[in-house]
């Protein structure tokens, strides 16, 4: 199956060939499911994170031949309360410039877009706060964004979540904490790089599975999708997909 669009199509996608594999898992299937499809990515999207983070081309014909003679690598599916995502899922200030960059604007601007609705969101900087756990207490506290990668680039090239591996089994958490404006401005070059890893106000861990936790609705995304919720549980699904990569 050929995914040809950004983040949203391959997640659709993906997600559609993940429910395939827990259906028939259902139906009482051992091992490898039969003749499970194959996804290839042609990326024709706004943002196309997942496709640049795994160096699928950009040109068309050679992403194409990628995904019909590629080679095949078993990927990781993460769970947001049951929801799929195959890239990132963001929180907080990431989530809200992505959500609020409409369908229309990134038509026209392409990633662009997500610049825009970024500055709109920082100049108003709202700070959200939550409890993150796994096996042991995160953080508990006020955040600005956080990301939780089963890859590791996201809303249009930040790399949040930089050592992420999509086939390794675990989630990678990256949690900002609440900074002073001007100290936020002078870390977003770092953010987008993927240099931010040693920062104070950053913590990062891989887990198997995470729960946030808040007494407000948080604005959260999968694959750039928008989603909210106050409790979150975020897991890696027992079933993988095959994807086609050059």
């Not at 669009?5 to 490898?32: K, M, Q, R």
């Not at 078993?74 to 769970?79: N, P, S, T």
């Not at 756990?133 to 949040?160: C, K, M, Q």
Request: proline residues 6%.
């Amino acid at each position: 199956m050929i995914a040809a669009g950004g983040d949203g199509t391959v997640n659709e996608v993906g997600s559609g060939i993940h429910d395939y594999l827990v259906e028939w898992a259902g139906s009482g299937g051992t091992g490898a499911a039969p003749e499970a499809p194959r996804l290839g990515i042609v990326p024709l999207g706004t943002a196309n994170d997942l496709a640049g983070a795994l160096e699928i081309p950009s040109d068309i014909h050679t992403a194409v031949a990628a995904a019909v003679v590629g080679k095949p690598r078993r990927i990781d599916v993460g769970l947001l309360n049951g929801e799929c995502f195959l890239n990132v899922s963001t929180g907080g200030f990431g989530a809200e410039a992505t959500e609020e960059a409409s369908d229309e604007v990134k038509r026209i601007l392409g990633p662009v877009a997500y610049f825009i609705t970024g500055v709109r969101k920082f100049v108003s900087l709202e700070v959200s706060s939550a409890r993150f756990s796994d096996s042991e207490l995160l953080y508990d506290g006020p955040f600005l964004i956080f990301a939780v990668g089963n890859s590791g680039r996201t809303g249009g090239g930040n790399w949040l979540t930089p050592r992420a591996d999509p086939s390794d089994g675990l989630l990678d958490v990256c949690i900002v904490k609440e900074l002073p404006r001007r100290d936020l401005l002078g870390l977003l070059p770092d953010l987008r790089a993927g240099r931010h890893l040693g920062h104070p106000a950053v913590v990062y861990k891989q887990v198997r599975e995470l729960r946030v936790e808040s007494s407000e609705e948080l604005s959260v995304n999968v694959d750039g999708e928008p989603l909210g919720g106050r409790t979150l549980r975020y897991e890696v699904s027992p079933h993988r997909i095959r994807l086609s990569l050059p």
